[in-house]
Protein backbone atom coordinates (compact mmCIF):
# COMPACT_ATOMS: atom_id res chain seq x y z
CA UNK A 1 0.00 0.00 0.00
CA UNK A 2 1.54 3.22 -1.08
CA UNK A 3 1.98 5.75 1.72
CA UNK A 4 1.27 9.54 1.25
CA UNK A 5 4.38 11.85 1.06
CA UNK A 6 4.61 13.47 4.51
CA UNK A 7 5.27 17.44 3.79
CA UNK A 8 8.66 19.02 6.20
CA UNK A 9 8.35 22.11 7.30
CA UNK A 10 7.75 24.92 4.92
CA UNK A 11 11.87 26.28 5.37
CA UNK A 12 13.46 23.03 5.03
CA UNK A 13 13.51 21.45 1.61
CA UNK A 14 15.22 18.22 0.90
CA UNK A 15 18.42 19.92 -0.24
CA UNK A 16 19.04 21.75 3.58
CA UNK A 17 18.96 17.81 4.43
CA UNK A 18 22.58 17.46 3.12
CA UNK A 19 24.58 20.10 5.29
CA UNK A 20 28.26 20.37 5.56
CA UNK A 21 28.16 22.99 8.53
CA UNK A 22 27.32 22.09 12.15
CA UNK A 23 24.31 24.09 12.91
CA UNK A 24 22.41 23.57 9.56
CA UNK A 25 22.70 20.07 10.53
CA UNK A 26 21.20 20.50 13.67
CA UNK A 27 18.38 22.20 12.17
CA UNK A 28 17.54 19.97 9.48
CA UNK A 29 18.17 16.82 11.77
CA UNK A 30 15.74 18.33 14.59
CA UNK A 31 13.65 19.10 12.06
CA UNK A 32 13.62 15.41 9.70
CA UNK A 33 13.59 13.56 13.21
CA UNK A 34 10.22 15.04 14.47
CA UNK A 35 8.28 13.75 11.07
CA UNK A 36 10.32 10.15 11.69
CA UNK A 37 9.42 10.40 15.37
CA UNK A 38 5.81 9.61 14.14
CA UNK A 39 6.93 5.91 12.96
CA UNK A 40 9.04 5.28 16.22
CA UNK A 41 6.16 3.73 18.12
CA UNK A 42 6.11 -0.65 18.27
CA UNK A 43 3.15 -2.35 16.95
CA UNK A 44 2.76 -5.28 18.95
CA UNK A 45 1.26 -7.52 17.17
CA UNK A 46 3.90 -7.12 14.49
CA UNK A 47 6.30 -7.69 16.70
CA UNK A 48 5.28 -10.66 17.53
CA UNK A 49 4.91 -11.90 14.43
CA UNK A 50 7.98 -11.18 13.33
CA UNK A 51 9.70 -13.04 16.67
CA UNK A 52 7.30 -16.26 16.18
CA UNK A 53 7.45 -16.21 12.43
CA UNK A 54 11.39 -15.41 11.98
CA UNK A 55 12.18 -18.62 14.89
CA UNK A 56 9.93 -20.61 13.89
CA UNK A 57 11.17 -21.11 10.49
CA UNK A 58 14.25 -21.09 11.58
CA UNK A 59 14.03 -23.69 14.13
CA UNK A 60 12.44 -25.77 10.67
CA UNK A 61 14.92 -25.17 8.39
CA UNK A 62 17.64 -26.21 11.34
CA UNK A 63 15.88 -29.13 11.59
CA UNK A 64 15.74 -29.94 8.10
CA UNK A 65 19.29 -29.31 7.08
CA UNK A 66 19.60 -32.17 9.98
CA UNK A 67 17.75 -34.53 8.32
CA UNK A 68 19.14 -33.85 4.97
CA UNK A 69 23.04 -34.22 6.35
CA UNK A 70 22.39 -37.83 6.32
CA UNK A 71 21.32 -37.89 2.84
CA UNK A 72 23.22 -35.56 1.10
CA UNK A 73 25.95 -32.90 2.31
CA UNK A 74 25.70 -30.68 -0.47
CA UNK A 75 22.11 -30.82 -0.19
CA UNK A 76 22.08 -29.52 3.40
CA UNK A 77 24.95 -27.03 2.29
CA UNK A 78 22.44 -25.66 0.11
CA UNK A 79 19.82 -25.24 2.42
CA UNK A 80 21.92 -23.49 4.68
CA UNK A 81 21.91 -20.58 2.61
CA UNK A 82 18.21 -19.63 3.38
CA UNK A 83 18.71 -20.58 6.83
CA UNK A 84 21.69 -18.45 7.12
CA UNK A 85 19.54 -15.70 6.13
CA UNK A 86 16.65 -16.26 8.58
CA UNK A 87 19.48 -16.20 11.44
CA UNK A 88 19.94 -12.99 9.66
CA UNK A 89 16.66 -11.77 10.06
CA UNK A 90 16.98 -12.54 13.83
CA UNK A 91 20.04 -11.04 14.49
CA UNK A 92 18.58 -7.52 12.96
CA UNK A 93 15.71 -8.38 15.82
CA UNK A 94 17.87 -8.55 18.28
CA UNK A 95 19.73 -5.40 17.39
CA UNK A 96 15.97 -3.72 17.49
CA UNK A 97 15.98 -4.77 21.00
CA UNK A 98 19.44 -3.13 21.57
CA UNK A 99 17.80 0.05 20.49
CA UNK A 100 14.78 -0.54 21.95
CA UNK A 101 12.46 -0.19 19.23
CA UNK A 102 11.06 -4.06 19.32
CA UNK A 103 8.94 -3.30 21.90
CA UNK A 104 8.02 -0.49 24.12
CA UNK A 105 9.01 -2.54 27.36
CA UNK A 106 12.71 -2.14 28.18
CA UNK A 107 11.99 -5.80 30.11
CA UNK A 108 10.52 -7.30 27.06
CA UNK A 109 13.34 -6.03 24.59
CA UNK A 110 16.09 -7.37 26.66
CA UNK A 111 14.97 -10.69 27.48
CA UNK A 112 13.75 -10.89 23.38
CA UNK A 113 17.14 -9.65 22.87
CA UNK A 114 19.11 -12.11 24.93
CA UNK A 115 17.13 -14.80 23.71
CA UNK A 116 17.86 -13.93 19.86
CA UNK A 117 21.43 -13.70 21.13
CA UNK A 118 21.51 -17.50 21.69
CA UNK A 119 20.92 -18.26 18.63
CA UNK A 120 23.25 -15.38 17.31
CA UNK A 121 25.94 -16.93 19.15
CA UNK A 122 26.19 -13.25 20.45
CA UNK A 123 26.07 -12.10 24.16
CA UNK A 124 23.48 -9.24 23.87
CA UNK A 125 24.13 -7.46 26.77
CA UNK A 126 27.71 -6.66 26.11
CA UNK A 127 26.72 -6.03 22.16
CA UNK A 128 24.29 -3.27 23.02
CA UNK A 129 26.62 -1.33 24.90
CA UNK A 130 29.45 -1.48 22.07
CA UNK A 131 26.85 -0.96 19.67
CA UNK A 132 26.13 1.95 21.56
CA UNK A 133 29.34 3.44 20.89
CA UNK A 134 29.10 3.03 17.28
CA UNK A 135 25.91 5.13 17.18
CA UNK A 136 28.00 7.80 18.74
CA UNK A 137 31.24 7.65 16.47
CA UNK A 138 30.06 6.71 13.27
CA UNK A 139 31.71 8.15 9.69
CA UNK A 140 33.44 10.62 12.23
CA UNK A 141 37.47 10.49 11.32
CA UNK A 142 38.79 11.78 14.47
CA UNK A 143 36.42 9.61 16.80
CA UNK A 144 37.50 6.29 14.98
CA UNK A 145 38.96 4.47 17.66
CA UNK A 146 35.18 4.86 20.18
CA UNK A 147 33.00 2.28 19.41
CA UNK A 148 34.41 0.71 16.06
CA UNK A 149 35.76 -2.21 14.61
CA UNK A 150 37.76 -3.01 10.89
CA UNK A 151 34.47 -3.23 9.19
CA UNK A 152 32.91 0.26 10.43
CA UNK A 153 36.43 2.29 10.76
CA UNK A 154 39.16 2.93 8.11
CA UNK A 155 42.33 5.11 7.71
CA UNK A 156 42.59 7.86 5.31
CA UNK A 157 44.91 7.28 2.59
CA UNK A 158 47.59 9.60 3.93
CA UNK A 159 47.37 7.89 7.09
CA UNK A 160 47.72 4.42 5.17
CA UNK A 161 50.71 6.00 3.21
CA UNK A 162 52.65 7.12 6.24
CA UNK A 163 52.53 3.89 7.95
CA UNK A 164 55.95 1.40 7.84
CA UNK A 165 55.73 -1.53 5.23
CA UNK A 166 54.82 -3.76 6.89
CA UNK A 167 51.72 -2.42 9.11
CA UNK A 168 50.72 -1.36 5.62
CA UNK A 169 50.93 -4.93 4.39
CA UNK A 170 48.61 -6.01 7.79
CA UNK A 171 46.42 -3.42 7.25
CA UNK A 172 45.69 -4.62 3.63
CA UNK A 173 45.45 -8.42 4.45
CA UNK A 174 43.62 -8.01 6.99
CA UNK A 175 40.90 -6.27 4.35
CA UNK A 176 41.13 -7.71 1.52
CA UNK A 177 37.55 -9.27 0.92
CA UNK A 178 38.67 -12.82 1.07
CA UNK A 179 40.16 -12.49 4.86
CA UNK A 180 37.79 -9.93 5.82
CA UNK A 181 34.56 -10.70 4.49
CA UNK A 182 34.58 -15.11 4.48
CA UNK A 183 37.49 -15.79 6.98
CA UNK A 184 37.30 -13.50 9.60
CA UNK A 185 33.13 -13.33 9.95
CA UNK A 186 32.91 -16.82 11.13
CA UNK A 187 35.53 -16.02 13.71
CA UNK A 188 33.79 -13.31 14.83
CA UNK A 189 31.39 -15.11 16.06
CA UNK A 190 32.37 -18.28 16.90
CA UNK A 191 35.40 -17.06 18.75
CA UNK A 192 35.70 -13.26 19.53
CA UNK A 193 32.20 -13.09 21.16
CA UNK A 194 33.41 -15.79 23.25
CA UNK A 195 35.80 -13.61 25.51
CA UNK A 196 35.19 -10.02 26.73
CA UNK A 197 38.54 -9.01 25.56
CA UNK A 198 37.39 -5.33 24.38
CA UNK A 199 35.25 -4.66 27.40
CA UNK A 200 36.47 -2.76 29.93
CA UNK A 201 36.12 -4.28 33.46
CA UNK A 202 33.99 -1.89 35.21
CA UNK A 203 31.41 -3.20 32.64
CA UNK A 204 30.29 -5.86 34.83
CA UNK A 205 27.03 -6.46 33.38
CA UNK A 206 28.52 -6.63 29.99
CA UNK A 207 30.98 -8.90 31.11
CA UNK A 208 28.76 -11.34 32.43
CA UNK A 209 26.30 -11.84 29.85
CA UNK A 210 29.44 -13.20 27.77
CA UNK A 211 30.48 -15.84 30.39
CA UNK A 212 26.37 -16.60 31.04
CA UNK A 213 26.27 -16.77 27.19
CA UNK A 214 28.83 -19.31 26.99
CA UNK A 215 27.67 -21.36 29.86
CA UNK A 216 23.88 -21.96 27.87
CA UNK A 217 25.60 -22.22 24.66
CA UNK A 218 27.57 -24.66 26.37
CA UNK A 219 24.81 -26.56 27.56
CA UNK A 220 22.82 -26.66 24.58
CA UNK A 221 25.89 -28.09 22.34
CA UNK A 222 26.23 -30.90 25.20
CA UNK A 223 22.40 -31.34 25.12
CA UNK A 224 21.95 -31.39 21.49
CA UNK A 225 25.24 -33.10 20.98
CA UNK A 226 23.84 -36.06 23.49
CA UNK A 227 20.13 -36.03 21.62
CA UNK A 228 20.88 -35.59 18.02
CA UNK A 229 24.89 -36.46 18.00
CA UNK A 230 27.72 -34.01 18.19
CA UNK A 231 28.93 -34.10 14.60
CA UNK A 232 25.20 -33.62 13.21
CA UNK A 233 24.48 -30.66 15.46
CA UNK A 234 28.55 -29.27 14.96
CA UNK A 235 28.74 -29.36 11.33
CA UNK A 236 24.54 -28.01 11.02
CA UNK A 237 25.39 -25.20 12.92
CA UNK A 238 28.68 -24.79 11.45
CA UNK A 239 27.71 -24.46 8.09
CA UNK A 240 24.44 -21.82 9.50
CA UNK A 241 27.31 -19.67 10.78
CA UNK A 242 29.12 -19.27 8.49
CA UNK A 243 26.66 -18.53 5.86
CA UNK A 244 25.18 -16.01 8.47
CA UNK A 245 27.59 -14.03 9.71
CA UNK A 246 29.31 -13.61 6.51
CA UNK A 247 25.94 -11.76 5.20
CA UNK A 248 25.45 -9.59 8.37
CA UNK A 249 29.17 -8.81 8.14
CA UNK A 250 28.54 -7.61 4.63
CA UNK A 251 25.23 -5.97 5.24
CA UNK A 252 27.22 -3.73 8.80
CA UNK A 253 30.39 -3.10 7.01
CA UNK A 254 28.71 -1.40 3.38
CA UNK A 255 26.52 0.40 5.42
CA UNK A 256 29.10 3.23 6.03
CA UNK A 257 31.98 2.50 3.99
CA UNK A 258 30.44 2.41 0.05
CA UNK A 259 31.49 4.51 -2.85
CA UNK A 260 30.00 7.83 -1.95
CA UNK A 261 29.50 7.90 1.92
CA UNK A 262 30.58 11.00 3.82
CA UNK A 263 33.26 11.09 6.62
CA UNK A 264 34.48 14.60 8.27
CA UNK A 265 36.60 15.67 10.78
CA UNK A 266 34.91 16.41 14.28
CA UNK A 267 34.40 20.12 13.45
CA UNK A 268 32.34 19.48 9.93
CA UNK A 269 30.47 16.56 11.42
CA UNK A 270 27.29 16.67 11.77
CA UNK A 271 24.43 14.28 12.67
CA UNK A 272 22.07 14.40 9.82
CA UNK A 273 25.28 14.98 7.24
CA UNK A 274 26.64 11.60 8.86
CA UNK A 275 23.11 9.41 8.45
CA UNK A 276 21.90 11.11 5.73
CA UNK A 277 25.37 11.10 3.60
CA UNK A 278 27.33 9.05 5.59
CA UNK A 279 24.68 5.52 6.11
CA UNK A 280 23.73 4.09 2.90
CA UNK A 281 20.36 3.01 1.75
CA UNK A 282 20.80 -0.36 0.09
CA UNK A 283 17.96 -1.07 -2.68
CA UNK A 284 17.54 -4.72 -1.91
CA UNK A 285 14.89 -7.02 -3.96
CA UNK A 286 12.03 -7.75 -1.64
CA UNK A 287 12.64 -10.86 -0.65
CA UNK A 288 16.57 -10.00 0.30
CA UNK A 289 14.82 -6.90 1.62
CA UNK A 290 13.09 -9.60 3.87
CA UNK A 291 16.12 -11.66 5.03
CA UNK A 292 17.55 -8.55 6.59
CA UNK A 293 15.12 -6.92 7.98
CA UNK A 294 15.16 -3.53 6.17
CA UNK A 295 18.21 -3.00 7.55
CA UNK A 296 18.78 -1.37 3.79
CA UNK A 297 17.34 1.65 5.43
CA UNK A 298 20.67 2.83 7.61
CA UNK A 299 20.24 6.17 6.47
CA UNK A 300 17.29 6.30 8.48
CA UNK A 301 18.15 3.86 11.06
CA UNK A 302 20.85 6.25 12.09
CA UNK A 303 18.65 9.39 12.26
CA UNK A 304 16.36 7.55 14.26
CA UNK A 305 17.78 4.27 16.00
CA UNK A 306 14.05 4.04 17.61
CA UNK A 307 12.17 3.30 14.25
CA UNK A 308 11.12 -0.92 14.18
CA UNK A 309 12.87 -2.93 11.53
CA UNK A 310 9.33 -3.16 10.13
CA UNK A 311 8.31 0.39 10.01
CA UNK A 312 11.80 1.65 8.07
CA UNK A 313 9.99 1.33 4.86
CA UNK A 314 7.15 3.15 5.47
CA UNK A 315 9.00 5.81 6.85
CA UNK A 316 11.15 5.84 3.52
CA UNK A 317 8.30 6.34 1.33
CA UNK A 318 6.42 8.89 3.21
CA UNK A 319 9.06 11.39 3.55
CA UNK A 320 10.75 12.32 0.53
CA UNK A 321 13.90 13.82 1.84
CA UNK A 322 15.16 10.62 3.15
CA UNK A 323 15.50 9.46 -0.86
CA UNK A 324 19.01 10.58 -0.72
CA UNK A 325 21.94 10.50 -3.10
CA UNK A 326 23.75 7.32 -0.90
CA UNK A 327 21.27 4.79 -2.57
CA UNK A 328 22.88 1.65 -3.32
CA UNK A 329 22.10 -1.52 -5.73
CA UNK A 330 23.00 -4.94 -4.60
CA UNK A 331 25.91 -4.81 -7.05
CA UNK A 332 27.32 -1.50 -5.47
CA UNK A 333 26.61 -3.30 -2.07
CA UNK A 334 28.76 -6.23 -3.56
CA UNK A 335 31.58 -4.03 -4.97
CA UNK A 336 32.15 -1.96 -1.71
CA UNK A 337 33.79 -5.00 -0.18
CA UNK A 338 37.35 -3.50 -2.28
CA UNK A 339 36.84 0.10 -0.38
CA UNK A 340 39.40 0.52 2.78
CA UNK A 341 40.62 3.96 2.47
CA UNK A 342 39.06 7.79 3.29
CA UNK A 343 40.68 9.79 0.67
CA UNK A 344 40.12 13.37 2.52
CA UNK A 345 41.56 15.22 -0.72
CA UNK A 346 38.60 13.81 -2.97
CA UNK A 347 36.30 13.25 -0.30
CA UNK A 348 35.51 9.37 -1.12
CA UNK A 349 36.22 6.30 -0.06
CA UNK A 350 38.88 4.45 -2.76
CA UNK A 351 40.66 0.75 -2.54
CA UNK A 352 44.37 -0.39 -2.92
CA UNK A 353 44.59 -0.71 -6.27
CA UNK A 354 44.78 2.32 -8.80
CA UNK A 355 40.83 1.13 -10.30
CA UNK A 356 38.59 3.00 -8.43
CA UNK A 357 35.87 0.63 -7.99
CA UNK A 358 32.93 3.32 -9.24
CA UNK A 359 35.13 3.95 -12.03
CA UNK A 360 36.98 7.75 -12.90
CA UNK A 361 39.51 8.95 -10.28
CA UNK A 362 41.68 6.24 -9.04
CA UNK A 363 42.74 5.56 -5.65
CA UNK A 364 46.20 4.96 -4.43
CA UNK A 365 49.12 3.60 -5.64
CA UNK A 366 51.31 1.20 -3.57
CA UNK A 367 55.09 1.90 -2.93
CA UNK A 368 55.30 -0.90 -1.36
Request: net charge positive; with cysteine.
Amino acid sequence: MLIPPVSLPEALSPLDINPLTRDHGATASSSLRSVIATFETPLPARSIWQLVSSIGLYLVAWAAMFELIHISVPLALLLAIPTGALLVRIFILQHDCGHGSLFASRATNNVVGTICGLLTLTPYANWRRHHAGHHGAWNNLDRRHSGADIYSTCLTVKEYQALPWRERFVYRAMRHPLVAHVILPPLVFVLLYRVPFDTPKEWKRERRSVHVTNAILAGAVLGLGLLLGFWQVLVVQAFIIVVASIIGVWLFALQHRFDNSHWARQEMWSFSSASLDGSSCLKLPRVLQWFTGNIGFHHIHHLAPRVPNYRLQACYEAIPALRTRTQLSLWAGLRSVWLSLWDEDADRMVGFSRRRTGGGRSGIEESA
